[in-house]
T-cell receptor, first 112, second 115 residues
Framework: GEDVEQSLFLSVREGDSSVINCTYT??????LYWYKQEPGAGLQLLTY?????DMKQDQRLTVLLNKKDKHLSLRIADTQTGDSAIYFC????????????FGKGTHLIIQP | DAGVIQSPRHEVTEMGQEVTLRCKPI?????LFWYRQTMMRGLELLIYFNNNVPIDDSGMPEDRFSAKMPNASFSTLKIQPSEPRDSAVYFC?????????????FGPGTRLTVL
């Protein structure tokens, strides 16, 4: 089955760019997602990208997809303290199967 | 829409007691998912329903866990008897499977503590 991997922690200085990386294994995944979880809250959809795109930009967020390497990244420009959260990468299961496979989440830590 | 609603938000119970977690999905969504989140294991899918029918319960840890969806607007996850290792945050999510995405919308979660 699908496996989604991401590093557990990322520490950046306020005002710098954050880049959170993710790899997945199922090349038939059609959509890939980024979710954000703030303390004490549920997961909130940030953005998603269709597998035939290689980039999607939405304000401070840029998603890059390298389908050949099955690598997904989320870049947050001008990182703010409010960006401190856990970021989950997720992939659909492809082939019409139901549901998403989530990574374990990357804790983004903002240094002043 | 109010989003996915879960209750209670916090539950503290003693080992051996029955616990029932509740979820109201977003109106019109045809999929409902139950997840468990712990520090050790991350986010685990327990079970999901499509049009109120359980499709895959392979993530349910053991027979002490059961889930029902009697109608399109309500689902329960029951643990009987509860054990300390069941302490976790339980999330419900719903989605509408159109021809494009499987975007899931999460509730705020129920934090369960079993003493």
């Amino acid at each position: 089955g699908e496996d989604v991997e991401q590093s557990l922690f990322l520490s950046v200085r306020e005002g710098d760019s954050s880049v959170i990386n993710c790899t997945y294994t199922d090349s038939s995944s059609t959509y890939l997602y980024w979710y954000k979880q703030e303390p004490g809250a549920g997961l909130q959809l940030l953005t998603y990208i269709f597998s035939n795109m290689d980039m999607k930009q939405d304000q401070r967020l840029t998603v890059l997809l390298n389908k050949k390497d099955k690598h997904l990244s989320l870049r947050i420009a001008d990182t703010q303290t409010g960006d401190s959260a856990i970021y989950f990468c997720a992939a659909d299961k492809g082939g019409g199967a139901d549901g998403l496979t989530f990574g374990k989440g990357t804790h983004l830590i903002i240094q002043p | 829409d109010a989003g996915v609603i879960q209750s209670p938000r916090h539950e503290v119970t003693e080992m051996g007691q029955e616990v029932t977690l509740r979820c109201k999905p977003i109106s019109g969504h045809d999929y409902l998912f139950w997840y468990r989140q712990t520090m050790m294991r991350g986010l685990e899918l327990l079970i999901y329903f499509n049009n109120n029918v359980p499709i895959d319960d392979s993530g349910m840890p053991e027979d002490r866990f059961s889930a029902k969806m009697p109608n399109a607007s309500f689902s329960t996850l029951k643990i009987q008897p509860s054990e300390p290792r069941d302490s976790a945050v339980y999330f419900c999510a719903s989605s509408f499977r159109d021809s494009y995405t499987d975007t899931q919308y999460f509730g705020p979660g129920t934090r369960l503590t079993v003493l």
